[in-house]
């Protein structure tokens, strides 16, 4: 696999031009959403102030499955994400489940946020101007409109950006993202000024039971860690950036998290916190009695939102690139363009698809269908971690999870622990999509598959014969 994408030569079908600095923006850009901002209102009334340790909690799942995501990153350091680690570890039918979680997660997921962020360009164009969008226009049909088409048009403009080149889209990711982190270091500064010990005291209401179920609200905001290794074609030194870039971005992001919590819910009494749909705008706005906090928070969605879309549509794209390779899926999808060494074929199909979701479908239960496929998708890593140190434990790690086997152990737990919670109906509907993509593989993959066939791909595609291999071994 290393051989097939040049991680040892530094050379790649596609465009090594990511540096640590771009790709943990990344991991922050897709974690650091709206959820952040939105989420107190559904975690507070659960959890009352202690929805601080629901945040510790869910930091912590999170970063087992981030710190296992790095070992992996370190000693795969391809594209395609947990994919490409259930590839190495478990084959290719394991690896085809994964792939079906991961096109919920992030094909699905794109067009949920993209849907919402008509309704933050709305208020932000409402507070700035006084104007708004015309509803039929910025609405589905089963909701009322003809077309969501600021969704439409914000998939084109990532869509456009991705074509243009991977550095290019990483660079405006990185603006974007220090956009959002200023807003959220501007909301601590201000919040805490607004302090009152007193909001702390009834401090866990509903005990350790409502702790642990706004934990698992909570989780899904830590939720796009692992599109850092989605990146692994495109990164410059692979074996170091890939696993620092996750560790980076969870650092970042659980340490915010964090902090946000701990000011608004000393900023402002935890019963007010329910049915509040921006909730830090609101706290600001109490704070220094004016209203302009308002419109930066919408701003600061705006951004975010255009952060995560462009990076989940980058990532769907990669993983998808990364199966074409294998042969699981067509080859369309590993075309790539000689003068923009981006693969513009399947970056055009994925924006028409996830356009067509945003544009005319509301997203409701599918967006909740992102989480289970989020959490199968770490379950499978967790253990990929595990069959790899047994299966080759001289493999060259440039990071080694601590306190093996236990952390991987941990993180297996808290994705099946959060996965119990989740409604019976999304399981179902979720084992009818994975039957769905069995149904593909054994109907195309396991014929086209370049392992059956015994043929040798990508780098190795274009420097080796393609006639076939007998007797080829692991």
Known sequence: MEAESGSETGRSELSRSIGLFQLSAFGIGATIGTGIFFVLSQAVPIAGPAVIWSFV???????????????????????????SYAYATMGELVAMVVAACLLLEYGVSGAAVAVGWSQ??????????????????SNSPEEGGLINLPAVVLIAMCAALLIRGASESAKVNAV??????????????????????????DFAPFGMAGVT?????????????DAVSTAGDEVRNPHRTLPMAIIIALITVTGLYILVSLVAVA??????FDGQEAGLAQILENIVGASWPGTVIAAGAVVSIFSITLVVLYGQTRILFTMARDGMI???????????????????????????????????????????GTLVAFLVVSIAVMVLRRREPGLPRSFRVPL??????????????????????????????VAVALIWYFAYGIKHSTLGRHRPAGLLATSEPTTPVTDQKD
């Not at 363009?337 to 599918?366: D, H, K, Q, Y």
């Open 176 to 201: 974007m993202v220090l956009i959002k982190l200023a807003i959220l270091v501007m909301f601590i500064a201000i919040g805490i000024t607004g302090w009152d010990t007193d909001n702390l005291a």
């Open 330 to 372: 067509p080859q369309l999808f590993h075309r790539v363009n000689p003068r923009t060494r981006t693969p513009i074929p399947n970056t055009i199909v994925v924006a028409a698809v996830i356009a067509v979701l945003a544009g005319f479908v509301p997203i409701t239960f599918l967006a909740e269908m992102t989480s289970v």
């Open 57 to 83: 909690i869910a930091g912590v799942v999170a970063g087992l499955t981030a710190v296992c995501y790095a070992e992996l990153a370190g000693a795969v350091p391809v594209s395609g994400s947990s994919y």
């Open 120 to 137: 933050y360009l709305n208020e932000l164009l409402d507070n700035l101007f006084g104007w708004r969008i015309p509803e039929a226009l």
């Open 404 to 433: 093996y086997p236990i952390t991987p152990i941990l993180s297996a737990l808290g994705c099946l622990w959060i996965i119990k919670d989740l409604r019976p109906v999304t399981l179902l509907v979720f084992v009818g999509w």
């Open 267 to 272: 900023a402002q009494p935890w019963t007010q």
């Open 213 to 225: 179920a706004a934990a698992g609200v909570i989780f899904f905001s830590f939720i796009g860690l």
